[in-house]
């Protein structure tokens, strides 16, 4: 299915011991740019994220936002220092025996001396963590990868539409090109009558010079070419399941090509209109076609 290289996601966890949210946004990039923000407790997971992804998504410009908070009760171990606290109390007595003074140190006192206690999180499970964490990431992954295919659904259609469309133009341009020849002949043929009034006129000078013009102004090669490029898209969008988004982006470009040479060559007004259009089509295909994955 075609993606189309904008999308987003979310998926979040919440349960008695944590909370966990995963957003997932993207533009347009030539290639696959991932950058991921989250807490330095879940650096250690970067390398399997970032595989994950790309078991989803081949191009864009992904930014990947975690955020992970773990309840106070459950995230802090309070630690209390016995030898601290006990060389602590050495001292007070040394220094009451000392100055003849009451040592008056009760628990709250001493507890609030530096190192007495201390918190520490709890010492993460790897394992368990990325328990939680991988099912949040796919919920994100996949809703992002939704997102893609419907609107690169959208792009689908529209580039067929405009592809039909383009086909069209470019048969017009293919039936008028006889004729616009023989029109040639037909001005030619008058013109040299007019200047030579009653003399005969040199057939084969009008033939070898209607010749010569036809040879100029031939875009057969340019039409089968073009017609090739416009069925090679419309194909490639319509049964290619990979992604195509660097095939049309260099398919687009020979049309452009082949749009341009065919306006250079052109001696008629209709044709060259046609070409404009078939141009200014190209253009919005190729804008569009920057989207697709």
Known sequence: MIKSMTGFGRGELIDENRKITVEIKAVNHRYLDLNIKMPKKLNFFDNKIRGLLKNYIQRGKVDVYISYEEYLDQALL?????????????????????????????????????????????????????????????????????????????????????????????????????????????????????LLENNTIDESRIAAEVTIYADKICVDEEIVRLKSHIKATSEALNNETESIGRKLDFIAQEMNREANTILSKSTDLSSSDTAIYLKTEIEKIREQIQNIE
């Open 78 to 194: 309070i630690k209390y220092n016995k030898e601290v606290a006990q060389h602590y109390m050495e001292k007070f007595n040394e220094m009451a025996n000392q100055f003849g003074i009451v040592n008056d140190v009760n628990v709250a006192a001493l507890s609030r001396y530096p190192d007495v206690l201390v918190t520490e999180e709890h010492p993460e499970n790897e394992e368990q963590l990325w328990a939680h964490l991988e099912p949040v990431l796919l919920e994100a992954t996949k809703m992002f990868v939704k997102s893609r295919e419907t609107e690169g659904e959208q792009l689908r259609k529209d580039l067929v539409t405009k592809c039909d469309g383009m086909y069209e133009k470019v048969l017009l341009i293919e039936q008028r090109a006889p004729q616009i020849i023989e029109e040639y002949k037909a001005k030619l043929l008058e013109k040299v009558a007019e």
